[in-house]
């Protein structure tokens, strides 16, 4: 997804925030040289971060129209690649423990979700200059909007970062089973140790400020998400695992905590925006999403009962986990798996990095301004290390980041955005819709939260 990574990657001097994809692949919504950035090409204007913000952002309607020449199909294939994340890992799972009727609530979320990208276009086609998630919170409600959207994608990015920490964890310690790490002066175990040495071997690269040197590091989650399903088939027909495990119909009490895992599984929509003014014939973006939607919905559900089938009741809530170690494609699967979050640390601190050195005073020397972006990025790394390490559960995690922050940002947000800024284009009977979608999202959000944080706490007390 090179292209998609560059329609999102560089600085617009005028955001306040940035927007990041959780995952398949959370985003960089930061924008910068038009014609490279519009037509989603790898930039080969070799500017630097300072003179790419001297860009003017304010191009006409025409221009951006002439600018922006992305298909359908190519809409269709940025977007479903975007979609497609670490919300995989989790889906056999959600399904095991939710029962297979279950799948008709991840269904049903797909159709929230690809109605809620409508909104989102429906708020562009009202304000044409907007060109982000924020700018079309702070056409709804001002400053506050704008703040509050920010807010809620920097969350995104923060427990992001922890949940692809803790798969790296889990995922490293099976990959180098049976090897002696230790260092006698350090109280970690082996799975720390490697965790930390991975982590160690990544930071190097949130000291970088040309980003369009790494963007190709956007395409390994697409590459993730196909060599882990391919994996998962290839496990069930030629791996010896038979698909004879029953899927329970209906566990009811667990369906809190996996909504959170199927929202975080279709989370995107804050760089929707940027999808949408990189297409030639913006008013097919509906088309883009629905199909989009329903072909990242058909691969979840393919892989969820796929996984359930397999594996049964021992499903692990990271299907590479539950693979037999010995087979070839659960080694292509682990490693995929590793090296995915160690190739978007860069990526995903990029919007935050961007913004810190955009607020240092101009007085400061370039040099000085790297010094503090790479130093603060590092420290937060560590940071996000030592949660990972501390909460090493995935799934509460993964679900209480779907709970707490993307079911906003994907249902909640854009509903109200589209309320506040069409009100007056509005039937009645969307009216009723929208604040319906309002409610439903708010209940399951926390529901969803009390579940999952209880969840977690309990497995913290019981791990002490």
């Known amino acids: 997804m090179f292209k998609w990574f560059q329609s999102k990657c560089l600085p617009h001097q005028n955001q306040v925030a940035s927007e990041s994809v959780h995952g398949r692949n959370l985003a960089l919504n930061e924008l910068g040289c038009s014609v490279c950035l519009e037509e989603n090409k790898v930039c080969k204007c070799e500017q630097s971060f300072e003179s790419c913000?001297?860009?003017?952002?304010?191009?006409?309607?025409?221009?951006?129209?002439?600018?922006?020449?992305?298909?359908?199909?190519?809409?269709?294939?940025?977007m479903t690649g975007m979609l497609i994340g670490l919300g995989q890992l989790s889906t056999p799972y959600a399904i095991e423990s939710g029962g297979w009727v279950s799948a008709?609530?991840?269904?049903?979320?797909?159709?929230?979700?690809?109605?809620?990208?409508h909104l989102l276009g429906k708020c562009l086609d009202k304000h044409p200059k907007s060109r982000s998630y924020t700018d079309i919170g702070q056409n709804a409600f001002g400053t506050k909007g704008k703040l509050l959207a920010a807010t809620f994608i920097?969350?995104?990015?923060?427990?992001?970062?922890?949940?692809?920490?803790?798969?790296?964890?889990?995922?490293?310690?099976?990959?180098?089973?049976?090897?002696q790490v230790q260092i006698p002066w350090a109280k970690l175990s082996r799975s720390q140790l490697l965790t930390l040495v991975a982590v160690l071997i990544a930071?190097?690269?949130?000291?970088?400020?040309?980003?369009?040197?790494?963007?190709?590091?956007?395409?390994?989650?697409?590459?993730?998400?196909?060599?882990?399903?391919?994996s998962v088939a290839c496990t069930g027909i030629f791996g010896g695992v038979?698909?004879?495990?029953?899927?329970?119909?209906?566990?009811?009490?667990?369906?809190?905590?996996?909504?959170?895992?199927?929202?975080?599984?279709?989370?995107?929509?804050?760089?929707?925006?940027?999808?949408?003014?990189?297409m030639k014939d913006p008013s097919k973006f509906t088309k883009v999403s629905i199909i989009s939607f329903s072909l990242v919905t058909l691969l979840y559900g393919a892989l969820a009962f796929m996984g359930a089938k397999l594996?049964?009741?021992?499903?692990?809530?990271?299907?590479?986990?539950?693979?037999?170690?010995?087979?070839?494609?659960?080694?292509?699967?682990l490693w995929a798996t590793v090296l995915t979050p160690i190739t978007k640390y860069a990526l995903e601190f990029a919007p935050m990095a961007i913004q810190l050195e955009h607020n240092l005073p101009d007085s400061m020397s370039s040099r000085t301004k790297l010094i503090v972006r790479g130093t603060a990025g590092s420290f937060l790394l560590l940071v996000i290390l030592a949660l990972a390490l501390s909460v090493p559960y995935f799934q509460y995690v993964l679900s209480l980041t779907g709970s707490l922050v993307s079911i906003a940002i994907c249902v909640i947000f854009p509903c109200a955005f589209y309320l506040k800024i069409c009100w007056a284009q509005i039937s009645r009977p969307l009216l009723v819709l929208n604040f319906?979608?309002?409610?439903f999202g708010f209940v399951l959000g926390v529901f969803g939260t009390i579940s999952s944080s209880k969840l977690l706490m309990q497995n913290l007390s019981s791990a002490h």
């Open 104 to 117: 008709f609530l991840m269904i049903g979320l797909g159709v929230v979700c690809a109605y809620c990208s």
């Open 203 to 230: 930071l190097p690269s949130l000291w970088l400020r040309d980003l369009s040197s790494i963007s190709f590091l956007s395409f390994g989650g697409v590459l993730m998400s196909v060599a882990i399903f391919s």
């Open 436 to 439: 319906t979608l309002i409610a």
């Open 154 to 179: 920097y969350l995104e990015i923060f427990m992001a970062l922890v949940s692809y920490t803790i798969s790296l964890h889990d995922n490293i310690n099976r990959v180098f089973s049976g090897t």
């Open 242 to 278: 038979k698909a004879n495990h029953s899927i329970p119909v209906l566990q009811i009490q667990n369906i809190p905590a996996i909504s959170g895992l199927y929202i975080f599984s279709y989370a995107g929509h804050i760089v929707f925006p940027n999808l949408y003014k990189a």
């Open 311 to 333: 594996f049964g009741p021992q499903v692990n809530p990271q299907i590479t986990l539950s693979m037999p170690p010995h087979l070839i494609v659960t080694k292509i699967a």
């Open 53 to 78: 913000k001297k860009v003017d952002s304010d191009v006409s309607d025409d221009k951006q129209h002439g600018e922006s020449n992305n298909s359908v199909t190519h809409a269709v294939i940025n």
